[in-house]
């Protein structure tokens, strides 16, 4: 059995934390969509959110669709590569729905602010859910509307967030130790 605990410099959130924040973003959701007339559509951004959306969807007390688009400007590495945003879900009703990406993390804040650009483009009334925000790292003017916790400029890992892919299914967050990394980069 593999001890995934010593890769880690310290463990950030762990199940309760994540369960509470989570619970707490969920009570705002629900609380800020109750009264809404358009019909909900969640879109969790791959493959990082996904742990963080079915914990806070399962939540939701709304109906809803779920979409899925795909994002990715970290290759193998633990600093901010090329940005590639699949495209968006084929949909005709973008300019009559309430939109939700859920993310796992906001950094330089690249990847959402031209994610909600693109869907802005094209009608959508358009929030964000971020698990976490490392506001110290930000390069654009971005603010997403649902945020679980601010964390300092750290690499972490777990519910869903990756490095070289893995780590990704660890039920806590995690700061993964520099000597990981280092160690493998060449
Ligand atoms: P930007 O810079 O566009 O990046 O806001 C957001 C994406 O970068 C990834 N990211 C991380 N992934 N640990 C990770 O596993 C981290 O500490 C981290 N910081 C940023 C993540 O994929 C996010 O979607
Ligand atoms: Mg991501």
Redesign the pocket.
């Known amino acids: 059995m593999y001890d995934f605990t010593q890769d880690m410099e310290s463990i950030l959130l762990d199940e309760e934390a994540l369960h509470s924040v989570i619970s707490e973003l969920a009570a705002r959701i629900n609380h800020d969509y109750g009264d809404s007339q358009k019909p909900l559509v969640a879109i969790p ?1 791959l493959k ?2 996904v742990f963080f959306a079915t914990a806070l969807l399962e939540k939701l007390t709304l109906p809803l669709e779920i979409e899925f688009v795909s ?4 290759r193998a590495a ?1 600093e ?1 590569g090329e ?1 590639t945003i699949s495209a968006l879900p084929q949909r005709n009703d973008w300019d009559k729905i309430d939109v939700l990406v859920i ?12 994610m909600v650009a693109q869907l802005k483009k094209l009608g959508a009334n358009v929030r964000v859910a971020a698990l ?1 925000d ?1 506001p110290s ?3 654009v003017d ?1 603010h997403a509307d649902y945020i679980g916790r601010e964390i300092p400029n ?4 777990g519910f869903g ?3 070289a892919e893995k ?1 990704r299914n660890l039920p806590y967050v995690g700061i ?1 130790r520099r000597e990981v990394y280092e160690s493998s980069k060449d």
């Open positions: 951004v990082g959110a994002a990715s400007s970290y633990t901010s940005l993310e796992d993390i906001v950094d330089t804040g690249n990847t959402l602010s031209a976490l490392k790292r930000r390069k971005f750290a690499f972490v890992v967030l990756d490095y780590y993964l």
